[in-house]
């Protein structure tokens, strides 16, 4: 490993205060504190990106020192009280480490010495209640900063959070000032958000939201995919990936001629899949929303994510109908996806002591396509695909590959990540192999892609 430089960001005079948790906050804390201690750095959200042409040091990181007083969050640590309420506490002061590593003048070296330090400073996971939920990595050469890495906590930010945290820290390398980005991009901050969840308004909100869930989840299957007996319970969960430059091109067509949202075309064939793999007709998805349509929360540096539950009944019918269907039913699972998620946990809880049977949660779906990821140098070739590629030219080139197996992750059969790159739009799926084994699983991304490719071609797309 090559030693790094220790840089440090001297902070002072931020803002400052203690208050309980957000319900993002609290969500996310909860899911990491479950996982095996190996698996808790694969929710750090993480970009990594060349800087070309060079920035000098001094300029990144009096930006960076700016963005810690424009976002709370980056200096905000997260701890339990004695009676265990999690709480938040914003720091007014402190020093932020920077892992600057030298490298000669090269563009492929400095490439090469950002992709290691990325892979060294993700592959860590944090400590919130004693240390800030932000790293930085520099690659530096003659004085310039050749490449950038950050990694955040998953309870910092989610996908859509790390997005504006870029763009502001692009606009303050490039001279804007935190005034000027403040008038721009107003922000709320998690201080600011757990007093309205606390107040009389907030609590109305998450009671309806929680109501709204309980209500699909009295009606969806009480199964999909039922554990065998005698399951391995130290079974690892295999990941697959798909990638499909078809179909990135695909599912907007399909979006357009149907008059829906990309995200509903995905999810339509997703449910499709699962129905047909599972055997029931009416399949439940856990699907992540950003939430960000909130007042307040559009520019918010933040992990505001939730969980929505989508019921689509009859999902095994016409495509095309069930795309509409699904765009439609969206609008409703996305409006209610605001709530405290340890209150509807104990809801179902208590629901459950009483045997009322409820639906499956075990099927997540979490479409990040909307945050786009950092152009790596070995993506560049690829970013414009051949001109006048047809559908199944471009299908040719789908792969799928297996990076990785994770440690078992009890209740869950499947969860399924969309993300899109400059020439592929990939499907990353992780499933128990007790319910879904790797043969089902390539059947299950296969047919997300024929479905949607098929419907693009019904209407008219070579």
């Known amino acids: 490993m090559t030693t790094s430089q220790q ?48 920035v000098p040091v001094p300029a990144v990181l009096d930006a960076l020192g700016h963005l810690l007083h424009l976002h709370d969050s980056l200096h905000t640590r997260l701890h339990r009280d004695e009676d265990g309420t999690l709480r ?20 492929q070296e400095a490439d090469e010495a950002g992709r290691a330090l990325h892979d060294e400073l993700a592959a860590l996971p944090f400590d919130c209640a004693e240390e800030w939920p932000i790293r930085v990595g520099l690659v530096e050469s003659e004085g310039l900063v050749r490449h950038l ?24 390398v490039l001279g804007s000032s ?27 909100r998450d009671s309806n939201a929680r109501q709204h ?31 499909s430059p078809a179909l990135l091109r695909a599912v907007d067509l399909v979006a357009a001629g149907h008059r829906a949202s990309s995200a509903s075309v995905l999810l339509a064939a997703v449910a499709t899949m699962t129905s047909r793999l599972s055997g029931h007709p009416d399949p ?55 709530y405290d998620k340890q209150l509807l946990d104990e809801d179902i809880e208590k629901l459950t002591t009483e045997q009322v049977p409820l639906a499956d949660r075990s099927c997540i779906v979490n479409d990040t396509r909307e945050l786009a990821p950092p152009l790596r140098p070995e993506d560049e070739d690829a970013a414009i695909p051949p001109a006048g590629e047809s559908l199944a030219q471009a299908r040719a080139r789908t ?58 071609l019904a209407l008219g797309h070579a």
């Open 7 to 54: 840089l440090e960001i001297a902070f002072s005079s931020g803002r400052s205060g203690t208050g309980p948790a957000t319900w993002g906050q609290r969500a996310i804390w909860t899911a990491v504190s479950r996982l095996a201690p190996a698996d808790a750095p694969r929710y750090n959200i993480t970009v990594a990106t060349p800087v070309d042409p060079g």
């Open 88 to 107: 938040q506490t914003v720091d007014p002061a402190g020093r932020l480490p920077v892992h600057s590593r030298p490298c000669g003048g090269g563009r």
């Open 149 to 172: 890495t950050l990694v955040l906590s998953h309870t910092a930010v989610d996908g859509t959070g790390m997005r504006q945290l870029v763009m502001d820290l692009t606009d303050l």
């Open 178 to 204: 935190p005034e000027r980005i403040r008038e721009l991009r107003p922000s709320q901050q998690p201080l600011e958000e757990a007093e309205f969840q606390t107040s009389d308004r907030g609590r109305r």
């Open 213 to 243: 869930a309980l209500r699909k989840l009295r009606v969806g299957p009480p199964r999909l995919f039922p554990l065998p007996a005698g399951a391995d319970p130290d079974r690892r969960f295999p990941n697959a990936e798909l990638s």
């Open 284 to 338: 439940v998805l856990q699907v992540i929303v950003n939430n960000r349509f909130l007042p307040g929360l559009t520019h918010a540096v933040s992990v505001v994510a939730g969980d929505s539950i989508l019921h689509l009944p009859d999902a095994g019918q016409d495509f095309a109908a069930l795309v509409r269907r699904t765009h439609a039913s969206t609008i409703a699972a996305y409006r209610h996806a605001y």
């Open 399 to 456: 792969t799928l590959t297996w990076p990785v197996d994770f440690e078992p992750r009890p209740g869950l059969s499947y969860a399924l990540d969309a993300l899109q790159t400059p020439d592929a739009l990939r499907l990353s799926m992780t499933a128990d192999p007790a319910v879904l084994p790797r043969p089902d699983i390539e059947r299950f991304l296969f047919g997300v892609e024929e479905l949607v490719l098929t419907e693009a």
